[in-house]
């Protein structure tokens, strides 16, 4: 890629929008460039905090599994999204896996690399509390659907937001461009792979929906809206 490319990519990330030319160009030349090939992890749980990726090209997913061995997915990752938080807040180790569901690109810089520079310009602390704000609401979202929502409304809920951040329009609706099983929508929903079957089943009766080879499409994102929404 050339320098220019390389640039206009770090702009549109979520921890560089607004930042001077002159600063990206800072960040540009400490960044390290990382290959990740579908299957294989950037990160694994309890790995050590060395370093924060932006992904420049790819889909990762970020889970993490408890005492119990159950796991949880936690979100995706796409192009211009960070993987490695915990080297922003100054964590000892990753509290998840994050595992490439593509051949992925992503920069990278070392946690002692991008303290400094975020200690030496104020515009990109202000963008990670912006960023880490954000994923905090997405935290309580998120319990406060877990607690009072119906499974139905939940599942609804996670395809929508899918779709929102990863969807692209074909002539059947809104496909969810990555690869995603009924296990891995109810890993994100807390509930059983027998429920989000069921519930899937019956959304394809309806036209609401349409599965199949790990690819969800929304064909009645109005209708979907209205079970996310609906009341108990």
Known sequence: MGHQVDLDILKRTELLQGVPDAVLSEFLAAALRRRVAAGEALINQGDPVDAVFVVIVGRLRVSQTNSEGQQIIIRYLGPGQIAGYSALTGGDVHP???????????????????QELMARHSAIAINVVKVLGARYNEVKIRL???????????????VLRLAEQAGHRTARGIEIAFPLSRQDLAEMTGTTLHTVSRTLSAWEEKGIVTSGRRRVVVAQADALKAIASAEK
């Open 96 to 114: 998840g896996t994050v595992l490439a569901l593509e051949d992925s690109h992503l920069f990278g810089w070392s946690s002692a690399v991008f």
């Open 144 to 158: 406060r659907q877990m607690s009072t929502e119906r499974v139905e409304q939940r599942i609804a809920s996670t």
